[in-house]
């Protein structure tokens, strides 16, 4: 089952300006965490952000996470060629599960 | 250099035949996971393990089968019995529940 769904499915964008695609889920969390894939890659980890924590910064990376509006969004400031990929939310929930839970993604294109 | 490897890169499968996938990892992580992504689509869990000897079924577990018998190692067999196994199949570890996951280049299986 889909814990995590994105938003937008897809977005494209000129290099130089910023993007954000949104997370939301259903349950309450320990953590989520944002991953990137290249086409026919495995996927990187790029942030990891605690049910206590509210926003998370690394290099151009902004994660920000609501949990009263079970949301998480990811803005990557300054985008160039390479950052197109497509990108995943994935959520360790509080209870029951010893996994983590991927959404389906957003498939993130910058125009040169 | 530590890191998660999966091989073969590609496999082509004939209709009834059992193949099994490498998964080998020196991070010297307790937790490994095989997940199955399908085009345009996110991953979904078929197997996880949290230790050796113990593995348990994720969401799509029928017609496949894990073993565990080594820290490093958490192969993964695709049996006859799964009608639909053309996929991209990726291997993950990591350190515990919840932590990062570790990603290795991926399977592409084909069934001919």
């Given at each position: ?59 151009r990376l902004r994660v920000t996470l609501d949990t009263s509006k079970k949301s998480s969004s990811l803005l990557i400031t300054a985008s160039r060629a390479a950052d197109t990929a497509s990108y995943f939310c994935a959520t360790d929930e509080w209870v029951g599960n010893e996994k983590l839970t991927f959404g389906t993604g957003t498939r993130l294109t910058i125009i040169p | ?112």
């Open positions: 089952s889909q814990q995590g769904e994105e938003d937008p499915q897809a977005l494209s964008i000129q290099e130089g300006e910023n993007a954000t695609m949104n997370c939301s889920y259903k349950t309450s969390i320990n953590n989520l965490q944002w991953y990137r894939q290249n086409s026919g890659r495995g996927l990187v980890h790029l942030i990891l952000i605690r049910s206590n924590e509210r926003e998370k910064h690394s290099g | 250099d530590g890191g998660i490897t999966q091989s073969p890169k590609y496999l082509f499968r004939k209709e009834g035949q059992n193949v099994t996938l490498s998964c080998e990892q020196n991070l010297n992580h307790d937790a490994m996971y095989w997940y199955r992504q399908d085009p345009g689509q996110g991953l979904r869990l078929i197997y996880y393990s949290q230790i050796v000897n113990d593995f348990q079924k994720g969401d799509i577990a029928e017609g496949y089968s894990v073993s565990r018998e080594k820290k490093e190692s958490f192969p993964l067999t695709v049996t006859s019995a799964q009608k639909n196994p053309t996929a991209f199949y990726l291997c993950a570890s990591s350190m515990t529940r919840g932590d990062e996951q570790f990603f290795g280049p991926g399977t592409r299986l084909t069934v001919l």
